[in-house]
Every structure is written in C-alpha cells, then in structure tokens.
C-alpha cells in the first residue's frame, strides 16, 4: 500500500494508527457510549480461545460497557501488548493500576474473566489470591459483585487445549480440573464457554435490581464439560466415565448405545446429546 502523500509505501505502524482512527470514530456510533457502567476485565496466562476473547471484549464495548483492563504477569509477558493492540481505537478502555485495584473493583458492575489459567483457578478454588488478577476475582465475589468466568483455557476437552496439545492428563488429573470449576460455581462465580461471555453478562446484569427470587441462577450458567466415546458402541464403560468428569456424552448419528448404557445413563444421570443437536436421550 503506497501512502497519498508520495510514493513511500506505509509502514505496519502507519497502518495500524489509520485502522484504530478509523475505529475511534465509528464504534461511537455503534452504541460504544460506555453509559452501562464499567467492567473489570482480568486476564491470566491461557491462551485456549484467545482470539475469541478479545472479540467477545470488543462486543461488550459496544453494547455500552466501559472496560478495566488487569493483567496477571504472565498474561502480560505472553499477550498483553498484543490485547492492547486489538481493541487499539475502541473507547472507554483502561488499565487497572496494581494499587488501585480496590476503588475499582467498588465501582465495577461485574468482574468478566475470558482468559482464566489452570494456575488462576487452582489458587481461586483454595482462596488464593496473590496477584492482582487472583485478588479482583476472590474480592469481586466477597463484595457480592457478578463475576464470569470463561472455561476454555482450562477446558481439558476444549479445542484450544488439543490444539495445543496439553488435553492428555489422566482421568484423575481431569477430574480435578472439574472439581475447580465446580467450586468456582459454588463460591458464586459464572463459568461458561468463551463465546456465551457477552450473552451471559448482558444477561446477569439486565437482572440486576430485581429481587432475589426473580433472579437467574448463576450456576445454571455453567456449561457443562462434553466427551466423545472412545468408539461407535457407546457401553456402559463410557457413561461411567462420562459421570466421573461431571460430562455429557456427545455422540455421532452413527453411535450405537447398549441398553446397560443406557440404564446406567439413566440411573447416575448423564446426559446424551446427538452431535446434530436434535436432541437428548
């Protein structure tokens, strides 16, 4: 591309200044106001699904939101400058200064966590709260503040983690990741898929106001982990598997299930979902 002021072609720089100008003046018009309050927006050092974060950030400032950005130190080491240079040109965006972080989190409407690390979760499940991302989680839920929570980077069955090739840890070590999870949901946090985040936050904080009774159960947010049997007969060795992780079992049109599967699905539980999404059994 060769610049209209001479014939030197513009440099990356160059072109990334035109692109977040260009955005800067028309987000504004796309409902990028910031009117609905501010979010507190921690990341921790996953990668699984990163691309889909920063495009779901993206999203929730257009619908209106004003956006607090807080790195741990290797989410800022691994991407930090990489985030920055994403949402470069879209508004109400800032940084959480590491002491400051409380009168932030007292004027944040929720606390929105689309990269949470493997690490983030072990410490939260132990009330752990080292660093600074860590503190705005387990803080955000002492004060009573909603906080979402997307799964994908510690999503052993997830596609981000095979991409990566770190989804082969034993059933045991899987089921403990499950167990996190699990507890995040029951110290009140919203676990759900990267790509739900803006739907759930838009969705949690429309109710905000309402009374306790009227309210969504954060927890039926969580959405749960799926596995996909180890061949075309789904056996009973299957489902028990599926129980021990707290999955549901994703099988093909083609999936022949045996009828003590299928009563022993029934009697612990586990959800059979078609993969053409026609329905369960």
């Known amino acids: ?142 004060k009573g503040k909603a906080v979402i929570v997307a799964r994908d980077g510690v999503d052993i069955t997830g596609q981000g983690r095979k991409a990566l090739d770190i989804d082969k840890g034993s059933p045991t070590l899987t089921q403990a990741i499950v167990n996190r999870l699990q507890t995040l949901t029951e110290y009140g946090c919203c676990v759900t898929d990267v790509q739900r985040l803006r739907s759930t936050v838009n969705s949690i904080l429309a109710n905000e106001g309402t009374s306790t009774a009227q309210q969504p159960d954060r927890k039926s947010y969580f959405t749960p982990l799926q596995i996909i049997p180890s061949g075309k007969l789904v056996t009973a060795a299957d489902i028990r598997n599926a129980h021990r992780l707290g999955a549901t079992l994703n099988m093909s049109s083609a999936s022949l299930l045996t009828p003590l599967a299928r009563d022993l699905a029934m009697q612990l539980g586990v959800a059979l979902v078609k993969s053409d999404d026609r329905g369960s059994h």
């Open 1 to 142: 591309m060769e610049s209209k002021f001479g014939d030197a072609p513009m440099n990356h720089q160059q072109i990334q200044r035109i692109v977040a100008e260009v955005i800067s003046r028309l987000v504004p018009r796309l409902g990028a106001d910031g009117c609905r309050g501010s979010l507190i927006v921690p990341l921790s050092g996953a990668t699984a699904g990163f691309g889909e974060a920063v495009r779901q950030i993206r999203f929730l400032i257009l619908d209106g939101y004003q956006v607090r950005l807080a790195f741990s130190e290797a989410a800022e080491q691994l991407f930090g400058q990489m985030v920055r240079n994403q949402l470069a040109g879209f508004p109400h965006i800032s940084s959480i200064e590491p002491t400051q972080w409380l009168s932030a989190l007292g004027e944040a409407r929720a606390i929105v966590c689309p990269l949470v690390s493997l690490n983030t979760i072990s410490k939260l499940s132990l009330l752990i709260a080292d660093n600074l991302v860590a503190n705005l989680i387990l803080h955000g839920l002492l």
